[in-house]
């Protein structure tokens, strides 16, 4: 078939052939780049702190209400997120978020208040927050916590309204003699819609009192500058402090939500809120 065509055609039809291969490389390497461009895009984090205000978030404070801080429980100095822990709130970011990567830093101030002044130190992120500000106890949105405390960062806590809307499966060790659910690589699933599930080296002999140190603390010393990393990925989380995985969820509802930052009594300096969406 091909010989039996005239030269004329074979000359046009090879040209056309070669503008067609021509054609479909073209259209590949384009789609090459493109898919490139959009994953590096994908993969710039946003920087919910920006190092000079606090633009992302709005404040919360119990029994004030949005973006009412005469206190000054919330400040930006010298880089850094300065929260107070004089009164009881947060700061919230104003999008919702899934699927990410969380980094944090903090360190812990000097300063703490009222009934918490001789207790441990103590913060959290709440991340999958959802529904009403002041929701729980008047002071945050519901959601799932990543505890910040003296001895106890790390804990995951159930902050819900006690239903199946907010919960979390973990694998634990086994309980013995009313032992809290500890979490272990491995274990038996546990599920939880109030309370907490402990990080794997909490110090059963915990105590809430200032400057608690374990004997297989993961936290820095007071003072010093801590890094927590969320992993969240569809509907499980996985939670490390400075490098090392301390908890991990294997479910958890919600799966997106804003991310709140607490102030629960005691000062607390964050100077890194970096999130990368997976």
């Keep these: 078939m091909w010989k039996s065509k005239p030269a004329a055609v074979r000359l046009i039809m090879s040209q056309m052939s070669k503008e067609h291969n021509h054609m479909i490389r073209f259209t590949f390497a384009i789609s090459v780049m493109f898919a490139s461009v959009c994953c590096a895009q994908a993969a710039e984090p946003i920087h919910l702190f920006n190092g000079k205000d606090l633009s992302h978030f709005y404040t919360f404070l119990r029994d004030r209400g949005k973006d009412v801080d005469p206190k000054k429980v919330f400040t930006v100095t010298d880089g850094m997120i300065r929260i107070s822990g004089e009164e009881w709130g947060c700061i ?29 130190r103590d913060s959290g992120i709440l991340i999958h927050s959802i529904g009403e500000d002041g929701a729980y106890s008047g002071v945050w949105m519901h959601g799932i916590e990543v505890q910040m405390i003296e001895g106890g960062t790390g804990d995951l806590l159930a902050v819900g309204d006690g239903s199946k809307t907010f919960e979390i499966t973990c694998p634990t060790a086994e309980v013995k003699d009313g032992t809290p659910h500890v979490y272990k690589e491995g274990g038996k699933p546990h599920t939880i819609n109030k309370g907490r599930i402990d990080w794997w080296g909490r110090d059963p002999a915990w105590t809430d009192t200032i400057n608690f140190r374990g004997k297989q603390d993961v936290e820095k010393p007071h003072g010093e500058w801590n890094v927590v990393h969320v992993i969240a990925k569809g509907n499980t989380l996985k939670v490390e402090l400075n490098g090392v995985i301390v908890n991990e969820a294997i479910d958890v509802k919600p799966a997106k939500g804003r991310i709140q930052i607490q102030s629960e009594g005691a000062e607390v300096f964050v100077r890194k809120v970096e999130l990368k969406q997976l």
């Design 92 to 120: 919230t970011s104003k999008e919702e978020f899934g699927n990410y990567e969380l980094t944090l830093e903090f360190k812990w101030g000097d300063k703490t208040w009222g009934d918490r002044e001789k207790a441990a």
